[in-house]
């Protein structure tokens, strides 16, 4: 099962010994307007059933991502539903929906990997405490190719909502604030943060 495993973040806190808290990350967010490919490509998915993750995550998700990739190219690799197989027998592997590696123009993964997105259709909590166990995944993928970062970056989203995590060590800490799609240049603006 993999990361897909982890359903609650009680459960993820627990087997790896996180310190898990609240904080607010962005006080102000300079927001980005969007290109008008992606206003195009979100008005002609929102006119087509979203009934599902996989539709929502290929029509609204991975635009927007996209969308961040190409203000970052210089220095990042946008990947998607690449495995991420770093420990097994604690359930730290399987595919992760998306995520970005600080290598500009990369082939194959390579560490490292500075973000996360996982997808999930309504349920923001198991979506947190996925991407939770995909951040420690990525933690441990970093140090073992010895291209450690101090702070990893998550996102839980449902496509309309979006949460944002940050993990320093062994502590987690989740954004009081939620992101939404409607609300896309203020969301374009906190990846742009993150990722600069």
Known sequence: MGYSKYKSLRQVANRFNLSVQRAVFFNEVREIKSSSWLTQTLNLASSLP?????????????????????????RLTLFSGEELNVEPENDLNGACDFFFSAKANAYLLEAPIVSLTEAKDEDMDYG?????????????????????????????????????LKLEGKDLYIDLDSYYIVKLEQLLGVFSKILS
Not at 144 to 154: D, F, K, R
Request: one cysteine or more; hydrophobic letters at 40%; aromatic letters at 8%.
């Open 128 to 164: 947190i405490a996925q991407c939770t166990a995909q951040l420690i995944g990525a933690q441990k993928f970093n140090a073992q190719q010895n291209a450690e970062v101090p702070v990893l970056w998550g996102c839980s989203t449902t496509a309309g909502e979006w949460k944002f």
């Open 50 to 74: 979203l009934s599902n993750e996989k539709t929502k995550s290929e029509r609204l998700i991975a635009p927007i991502l996209m969308e961040v990739y190409q203000m970052h190219k210089d």
